[in-house]
């Protein structure tokens, strides 16, 4: 996905700590561009559960 002019994946590890996931929530696309941090199992596990990420492959990726 390109965003003002710079390429984002849909989901990553964070640069400065390779222990925090980062994604974009998918629930606020069109309108708003929105990076979740993850943490946790708990937190993945509930950004799969509330659709914060989408489709299988990510949905894959994320578990």
């Not at 629930?27 to 659709?51: K, S």
Request: aromatic content about 6%; charged content about 25%; proline content about 3%.
């Amino acid at each position: 996905m390109k965003v003002r002019g710079q390429h984002f994946r849909t989901i990553w590890l964070k640069l400065e700590d390779p222990s925090v996931v980062q994604l974009i929530d998918q629930r606020f696309l069109p309108h708003q561009f929105v990076i979740e941090e993850v943490r946790t199992l708990e937190q993945m596990a509930t950004a799969i559960r509330d659709m914060h990420v989408r489709g299988a492959g990510l949905i894959g990726v994320s578990a």
